[in-house]
């Protein structure tokens, strides 16, 4: 059988519940949850990986939480390795890894 079309429904309902999490109502660790969870159902999603990234951005720079900035790294890479023209992806990049090099990482 194939199931990826239930897959991608899965990963885009996954990436809506997630988005609402992250840019509306900031809940930032619950929306890496969704983010994972649409990556399972479509690795190719770069915004997914955007989305995943950006949270755990956000939580480790109001934590001061490296791991969760080094995950935000990697993420950040993912997004371009799909789509290396994603231009938030690319801002946001350049500005982690200035941080990074503040913080001696």
């Not at 997630?18 to 190719?44: C, G, V």
């Not at 989305?51 to 080094?70: D, E, S």
Request: no cysteine; proline share 3%.
């Amino acid at each position: 059988r194939d199931f990826g079309m239930a897959h991608y429904h899965l990963a885009k309902g996954y990436y809506g519940i997630a988005s609402k999490l992250l840019y509306d109502e900031k809940k930032y660790n619950d929306s890496i949850e969704y983010f994972t969870k649409s990556i399972q159902h479509n690795p190719t999603h770069e915004n997914s990986y955007y989305g995943f990234a950006h949270a755990h951005y956000q939580v480790g720079y109001k934590t001061k939480n490296i791991p969760y900035l080094k995950k935000a790294k990697i993420a950040y890479e993912q997004t371009l390795q799909i789509d290396p023209k994603h231009k938030q992806a690319n801002k946001e990049l350049k500005r982690l890894n200035k941080l990074l090099n503040y913080l001696g990482i």
